[in-house]
């Protein structure tokens, strides 16, 4: 009896745990989701854009030139150049390879933490998931910025003390979304059938509740890796995040946004640009996924 059950929780767990296939997703997501289809047309650019920088980079986007300081876009410079006379171009393109990495790690990593947090703390429950929901409750009430301008100020500038600075705050947001699920899936009869088996908590948690919270989660971490990029780069604005001479793109507005609005207003627009297309591509990306993975949107 007990192998038959097992034997039908596995089964259960299958079925539950299929996914269609990926180029099943990608022609449903462009024939359904045209916007979606375009914020991954713009991840898709930023993301060769930044592995194969060294390529397509016209320009060292660290080398001075002090002939050609704040030229105006030309087909030597088709985004113009800095007060440094650096391209301008260049180094828009090897932002995306800092914006990327920043928003990717602290995604994942804050995703990841939430995810094991949110899990253990629906599955446990009792005064185990209160003490953890007030914790959350306190990160929770500061705004991304402010909690990220905190930590960032302890740890220090640079890219990995943004991405510590980042991530913290990341972790409650998603451990309360994936814990919203896993409350639902908890009360579900293969947990009971799990536990009634013998099953031990470390593989009820890991084999039969995380797997079945990947929908909700590979959501927040598209809609975590935009806001990663805009706090890098507000971060970076304000001199606490990446410091020179890294391409960044919150850095290039600091170094061209006020000083030189009106002498060469392209030092501002062109990297502004880049932030809003960033974070506009991965925002409609996101929704796309949240539609196609969701049942109750996809039904409709």
Partial sequence: MVAISEARVEAQFETLSEKKPVSWLVLDLMRRKPLGAAGAIIVIVMILMAAFA??????DPTANS???????????????????GRDMLSRIIYGARTALFVGFTSALVGGAIGLVLGVGSAYFGGWIDLI???????????????????????????????IIAITIPFIPRCARVVRSSALAIREVPYIDAARANGFGHSRIILRHMTPNVMAPFLIMITAFV?????????LSY???GVQEPTPAWGLMLQ??????????????????????????????????????????????
């Fill in 226 to 234: 935009g806001q990663a990029i805009l706090l890098e780069a507000s």
């Fill in 54 to 59: 060294d390529l397509v980079a016209p320009y």
């Fill in 238 to 240: 304000l001199g606490l």
């Fill in 255 to 300: 170094g061209g946004a006020e000083e030189y609005a009106l002498s060469a207003p392209w030092m501002a627009i062109f990297p502004g640009l880049a932030i809003t297309l960033g974070v506009f591509g991965f925002n409609l990306f996101g929704d796309a996924v949240r539609d196609v993975l969701d049942p109750r949107l996809r039904a409709q």
């Fill in 66 to 84: 002090f002939a050609d300081m704040t030229q105006a876009p030309s087909w030597a410079h088709w985004l113009g150049t800095d007060q440094f």
């Fill in 132 to 162: 953890f929901q007030r914790i959350m409750d306190i990160f929770m009430a500061f705004p991304l910025i402010i909690m990220a301008l905190a930590v960032v100020s302890i740890f220090g500038t640079g890219a990995e003390n943004v």
